[in-house]
């Protein structure tokens, strides 16, 4: 509750918004999380990010997109 408080208030914070969608993947809400990850990985995209749209869209049941996220990732910021 208080990460959505803080998105509404600033939602050009883009680590409170990277932080919403990591809660949202502990909290098993994968498919609420994948929009906002896709948003961040646009905005600024980060290894991090990268990983965590993977691991939400793997468990939001879409394993090529997964693939996909992991690929993009690995392009921007090598194999490590």
Known sequence: AHLRA???LRPDAIL???RLAAALIRAG????????LRDLVMAE???RR???LAE???AAGQPKAAINACEQGM???GKD
């Open 75 to 77: 392009r921007l910021y």
């Open 6 to 8: 803080a998105v509404a």
């Open 29 to 36: 809400r994968h498919s609420d999380a994948v929009p906002r």
């Open 16 to 18: 409170v918004r990277e």
């Open 56 to 58: 939400a869209l793997l």
């Open 50 to 52: 990268s990983r965590l």
């Open 45 to 47: 995209p980060t290894l």
